[in-house]
């Protein structure tokens, strides 16, 4: 585990809410905590009830902000997962893949981070995409980290309520500072509204009978966006990517055209037991809301929005937020 930072002596001891049990406020709550703070978490989804545990997940910044200060939170996630990788109960492993290209002229600013990651070779390219980068990062088994997580949070002290939270008046009794960790319902609590809109993800969990062992990615695939994440013991196969698509239902003809994408791409995946299908809606936003909100009788600090990157921006995110509280 990460050596937990001191208390800073320079940062008094706060009295911290975090509203949102996702991967960004178990993150945030653990980090604060490790920073000597007095954490509690408010969430009416618990940890694996939320959009995280649908995740699939690989550490790649989908459909997310791209800026300098995104590209710090992702960084900064990827040097705290490689470190937890070697923790086996965090469910954290690392892989090698490849990403996928529809033309060569795609963004690979994400790769300059990544130590090992490297042009494909063309023999390696199936005929539909262009090129690929191959890449060593971090694959993230969400039931068994957010459990993980929690354990961690808990251990550090952390408290946890299960509840509704209607407005920021309910909590400033007795919080110094409130974090907004609140996913898809980012800004309803801010006068935010509207300004983070959903992105509905359909995924199916398959039993990895055929052993894989390396993920594939395909955001541009001609028929939809098409990846394969093998994990500890199963498949995750995706996806879709709609934009402002509320429905958490699964379609079943989503699933069949998914599947049929990915076993093109992947023929073993054929033989493998389906074991579950999956929706989640991902909280997209133009940019991350990462800052300071003003105007609350309590202070408090925004953290939602990060579209098809959250767990891959999580670390980042948490660090930041303990350093907008000492601001
Ligand atoms: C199919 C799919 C695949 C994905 N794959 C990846 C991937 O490979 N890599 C990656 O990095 N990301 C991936 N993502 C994106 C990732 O899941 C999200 O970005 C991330 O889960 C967002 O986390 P969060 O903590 O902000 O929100 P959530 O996980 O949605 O958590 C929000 C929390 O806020 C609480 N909450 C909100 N409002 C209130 C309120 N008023 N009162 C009380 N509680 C409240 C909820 O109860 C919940 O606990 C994927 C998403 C989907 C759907």
Not at 25 to 40: C, F, I, K, N, P
Not at 100 to 115: F, K, N, T
Not at 182 to 209: C, H, K, S, W
Not at 317 to 323: K, L, S, W, Y
Request: aromatic share 4%; glycine share 10%; hydrophobic share 45%.
């Amino acid at each position: 585990m990460h050596p937990a930072p001191l208390p800073d002596a320079a940062q008094p001891s706060r009295k911290v809410t975090v509203i949102g049990a996702g991967v960004i406020g178990l993150s945030t709550a653990h980090e604060l905590a490790a920073a000597g703070h007095q954490v509690t978490v408010i969430a009416d989804q618990l940890p694996l009830q939320t959009v995280s545990a649908v995740a699939a997940a690989i550490w790649f910044p989908y459909h997310s902000e791209n800026s300098a200060a995104a590209d710090l939170l992702l960084a900064r996630s990827l040097a705290r997962f490689e470190e937890l990788s070697g923790i086996k109960e965090t469910g954290i492993d690392l892989r090698r893949g490849l990403n996928l290209e529809a033309s060569p002229e795609e963004d690979r600013s994400w790769a300059q981070i990544v130590a090992n990651a490297a042009e494909a070779p063309a023999e390696d390219i199936p005929r539909i995409a262009a090129a690929g980068m191959r890449a060593t990062v971090p694959v993230i088994t969400m039931p068994l980290y957010l459990s993980w997580l929690h354990e961690q949070a808990l251990a550090k002290g952390v408290k946890f309520i299960q509840r509704t939270i209607g407005s920021i008046d309910e909590v400033q009794e007795e919080a110094d500072t409130v974090v907004l960790a609140t996913g898809l319902r980012g800004g309803e609590l801010t006068g935010d509204d509207g300004t983070v809109y959903p992105i509905r993800g359909q995924v199916i969990r398959l039993a990895n009978t055929a052993g894989l062992v390396h993920w594939l990615c395909y955001d541009e695939h001609p028929q939809g966006v098409t990846y394969i994440i093998p994990r500890r013991d199963d498949i995750i196969v995706g996806g879709t990517d709609v934009a402002n698509d509320f429905n958490a239902e699964v379609d079943p003809q989503t699933a069949t055209d998914m599947l049929r994408r990915a076993i093109g791409l992947v023929p073993q995946l054929a033989g493998c037991e389906i074991l579950e299908h999956k929706v989640g809606l991902r909280p997209a936003r133009e940019t991350i809301c990462l800052e300071r909100v003003d105007g609350h009788a309590v202070p408090v600090i925004a953290a939602y929005g990060h579209g098809g990157a959250g767990v891959t921006l999580s670390w980042g995110t948490a660090q930041r937020v303990v350093e907008l509280l000492g601001t």
